[in-house]
């Protein structure tokens, strides 16, 4: 239930504060369409709404980060990079939220960074017009796409190293 208060009305004016009204409701109507929180990717075709090509639960392949992976600093991000020595687990990856499939019991004290890889195929990537990403992240996370960033949530640094810490994060 919306109330007027009358020494804002007096100060301000009705439209200048129904303006404002309708400008704030209509920004977090935005950031919540716009912000994710759930880890899963889809494809959404010309005919609309495509099939999720991955799933929560999915196995991906992971990295902990006491040492940055093979390579250059974002060579593990890049399509065709070979995962060996890398380990493999269903979402969520993580420790100590009771929310993991995969749980990473030295993580904590042990290192700050997890990398972690998953592959998928487009049957008709010509009729993609856009994919989407959800992500349930602690902390913050920075995703990539054959190389290229695409999402960054409470991260600064740049590149992401193994001992890069998050800014805040949840």
């Given at each position: 239930?919306?109330?007027?208060?009358?020494?804002?009305?007096?100060?301000?004016?009705?439209?200048?504060?129904?303006?404002?009204?309708?400008?704030?409701?209509?920004?977090?109507?935005?950031?919540?369409s716009v912000v994710s929180t759930e880890l899963s990717a889809g494809a959404v075709t010309s005919s609309g709404l495509g099939n999720l090509v991955i799933?929560?639960?999915?196995?991906?392949?992971?990295?902990?980060?006491?040492?940055?992976?093979?390579?250059?600093?974002?060579?593990?991000?890049?399509?065709?990079?070979?995962?060996?020595?890398?380990?493999?687990?269903?979402?969520?990856?993580?420790?100590?939220?009771?929310?993991?499939?995969?749980?990473?019991?030295?993580?904590?004290?042990g290192y700050t960074t997890v990398y972690a890889r998953r592959s998928f195929n487009l049957s008709s990537p010509g009729s993609i017009s856009f994919l989407?990403?959800?992500?349930?992240?602690?902390?913050?996370?920075?995703?990539?796409?054959?190389?290229?960033?695409?999402?960054?949530?409470?991260?600064?640094?740049?590149?992401?190293?193994?001992?890069?810490?998050?800014?805040?994060?949840?």
């Amino acid at each position: 239930t919306r109330q007027r208060f009358s020494l804002i009305d007096f100060l301000f004016g009705f439209s200048t504060i129904d303006a404002l009204d309708i400008y704030i409701t209509e920004r977090i109507g935005f950031f919540d369409s716009v912000v994710s929180t759930e880890l899963s990717a889809g494809a959404v075709t010309s005919s609309g709404l495509g099939n999720l090509v991955i799933r929560a639960g999915d196995t991906w392949k992971y990295w902990e980060g006491t040492t940055d992976p093979a390579g250059g600093p974002l060579d593990w991000t890049k399509k065709g990079y070979l995962t060996t020595g890398w380990l493999q687990g269903a979402t969520g990856i993580g420790y100590g939220d009771g929310d993991d499939a995969t749980i990473l019991d030295d993580m904590e004290g042990g290192y700050t960074t997890v990398y972690a890889r998953r592959s998928f195929n487009l049957s008709s990537p010509g009729s993609i017009s856009f994919l989407a990403l959800q992500i349930d992240y602690d902390d913050g996370f920075v995703a990539y796409l054959n190389g290229v960033e695409v999402a960054r949530r409470y991260v600064a640094a740049d590149p992401v190293l193994f001992d890069t810490v998050t800014d805040g994060g949840r």
